[in-house]
């Protein structure tokens, strides 16, 4: 009945990476990730092209597979700038704005929510309404008032997002930390003595830090999709400014005659966002099994 | 007398009418003794612990602790008070925080107090994991490697490391094996007198407080039906509500029978609370005035009162139970 006959479970960090890399673990998903966030980091280094040069003699040029040349393998623009070399510019933009904008709506949404989930009364009612208010408004209707007040750029695509974004963590984490403050342990912290802030840093936080991390893999694939509607609709990035947004938008017009064009920023996307999903979905089943409506 | 529930309400007002979880409770803690409340499930008990722990703020009445009350503490008197006043919930499963380390879960209170270097941190824990029978190695383990006595015995280290001087025990041992409830409650007492604690015991189990506790108060549906030195209670209860309790309490007797008719169905609702005595509808020996006025106190032996109106009448109500029980089996 002593501590001393009691059978120490494994703890280890190894026994924890086994079991996190055995069957299952979507290899593919976290490749694309893991590539796409190394090239924002190096890829003027990587990149066959400045990106912004221009090469009108080689412009329209089609991808590899199509009749192009391997100098170009995925082709080029109207105005003969590398598309390969373009999208490994414009994955920069999409992990910033992914970044910064999952941070800031994260810990923005969390503190609210757990302000609004804990105290209850009169904070949840006049937090949850705002919330409420926040869901009900469109978010590209959002953005254009945004910016109309914002200069377009990085920083306005970041701040829309946020604006967006924060509501869904608050919702969540308000719902968490409903059913967790009736635990028996953080009425004993109360008892204790214990202020609001510790009650959340060990009671709380630790328990939706789970949650919280899938959501956020889960929404790297939508803010992404949402850089890109905004640059494409002329609120985010500005051309000559590069994102995958820009260069949808850059393309439009010859979708007739230069499909690729258009067609592989839009790949881009796609392959991102999947990734991601998968990835949030593979997160999700890991971490907590129960939970399937995130 | 150091700590004292006057006239305690806790109404929660829903879509559906007002629940009077507690309705007009009162008593009061001696240093070194323990007060058990006991009453079925709903009838209150567990609101008024939390009342007494300050999780909830009573509508009306007040909590008294060494002479101040408590919902008008601040600062340094509302930390001594949660230094004073730690408890003992029901489930060590939900009681423990599973993602820290025990010592931490021990030191919690006495890091909330910030009077402790770690040092004396954790000597204090190893102190309280030794008086309740751990190794103190068990401070480096988690509450999963332990079993539920175990983890009992570490709730119990808990409320007892910061040196508190009222424990207040919520169903302690009910989710326990009844293989170790004796312990838990062997070393519930051998502390008590030990450290010259005072508890407030919370309990549906009879046979548990008999032993346990030194006065004893009766609740049934937000109100305190009887209350006195336990011994008194239990040798010789005057409201039918105890009374029907203590015969329906199991005995290690193969001759006794539990009664069948004495009390009535189940324990009605705190959203409508019966007109007059509580406990009307479902007593064996109601007669007249019962379903429109409720009883007041009255004394019944040294220290000891309940509120029952046949306590008040006269004698003469014996024919009319018959007649309602009588009435009421047949329709």
Not at chain 1, 85 to 106: E, K
Not at chain 2, 60 to 66: E, I, K, L, N
Not at chain 2, 103 to 124: F, N, S, T, V, Y
Not at chain 2, 227 to 246: E, K, M, W
Request: hydrophobic share 45%; aromatic share 8%; charged share 20%.
């Amino acid at each position: 009945m002593t501590a001393e006959t009691t059978r120490l479970p494994d703890h280890g960090i190894g026994a924890q990476l086994r079991s996190l890399f055995g069957d299952g673990f979507p290899w593919i998903s976290a490749g694309i990730l893991v590539g796409v966030i190394l090239l924002a980091m190096v890829g003027p280094m990587v990149s066959p092209w400045q990106p912004g040069a221009l090469d009108l003699r080689s412009a329209f040029q089609p991808p590899v597979w199509a009749g192009g040349a391997w100098s170009h393998p995925l082709g080029t623009d109207n105005l003969g700038r590398d598309i390969f070399s373009r999208i490994i510019a414009g994955t920069r933009v999409s992990v910033i704005v992914a970044f910064w904008a999952i941070l800031l709506s994260g810990a923005i949404g969390t503190i609210i929510g757990m302000i609004a989930g804990y105290f209850g009364g009169w904070a949840d009612t006049i937090i949850m309404r705002l919330v409420d208010m926040q869901l009900s408004i469109p978010p590209l209707a959002l953005a254009l008032i945004l910016a109309a007040v914002l200069d377009p750029g990085l920083q306005a695509v970041v701040i829309v997002i946020t604006v967006t974004y924060w509501s869904w963590y608050a919702r969540i984490v308000r719902g968490e930390v409903l059913s967790l403050r009736e635990r028996e342990y953080v009425a004993l912290a109360r008892i204790a003595g214990c202020g609001p802030l510790t009650i959340f840093a060990r009671h709380l936080a630790p328990n939706i830090v789970n949650t919280l991390l899938v959501l956020a893999t889960l929404q790297v694939g939508q803010v992404i999709i949402f850089e890109a509607s905004l640059s494409f609709l002329g609120l985010g990035i500005q051309s000559p400014d590069i994102s995958w947004g820009v260069m949808l938008a850059d393309a439009r017009g010859y979708i007739t005659n230069a499909w690729w064009a258009i067609t592989m920023p839009g790949v881009a996307i796609m392959l991102t966002c999947l990734a991601s999903n998968l990835f949030g979905d593979w997160l999700r089943d890991v971490l907590d099994p129960k939970r399937k409506q995130l | 007398m150091l700590l004292e529930a006057r006239d305690l309400k806790k109404h929660y007002p829903t879509r559906n009418g007002v629940v009077k979880a507690v309705d007009g409770v009162s008593f009061t803690l001696e240093p070194g003794k323990t007060f058990a409340l006991v009453g079925e499930s709903g009838c209150g008990k567990s609101t008024m612990a939390k009342l007494m722990l300050l999780l909830e703020r009573p509508t009306s009445g007040a909590v008294v602790y060494d002479g101040q009350e408590v919902t008008a503490m601040r600062g340094r008197a509302l930390r001594r008070f949660r230094r004073d006043v730690q408890a003992v919930f029901q489930d060590p499963y939900a009681s423990l925080n599973p993602r820290l380390r025990v010592g931490k879960i021990i030191a919690e209170p006495m890091m909330a107090q910030g009077d402790l270097d770690r040092g004396a941190i954790r000597k204090r824990v190893a102190e309280a994991l030794d008086v309740v029978g751990l190794q103190p190695d068990a401070a480096r383990l988690y509450p999963h490697e332990f079993s539920g006595g175990q983890r009992q015995r570490i709730a119990v280290a808990r409320a007892l490391a910061v040196r508190p001087k009222v424990v207040i025990l919520d169903e302690p041992t009910s989710a326990l094996d009844v293989s170790i409830r004796a312990q838990i409650l062997n070393l519930l007492s051998d502390i008590q007198d030990e450290y010259g604690l005072s508890y407030l015991i919370i309990a549906h189990d009879l046979a548990l407080v008999e032993h346990f506790s030194d006065v004893t108060g009766v609740m049934y549906l937000g109100n305190m039906v009887e209350q006195g030195p336990t011994a008194s209670i239990f040798d010789t209860p005057s409201h039918p509500y105890t009374q029907a309790l203590l015969a329906s309490a199991p005995r290690p007797d193969p001759d006794h029978h539990l009664p069948t008719d004495v009390i009535i169905g189940e324990i009605g609702s705190a959203l409508a609370v019966p007109s007059g005595c509580p406990f009307h509808p479902r007593c064996p020996k109601r007669f007249a005035p019962c379903d429109s006025e409720n009883p007041e106190r009255r004394a019944t032996a040294p220290g000891t009162w309940a509120r029952c109106h046949l306590l008040h009448g006269p004698d003469t109500a014996p024919g009319h139970p018959e007649l309602h029980l009588s009435e009421r089996t047949r329709s």
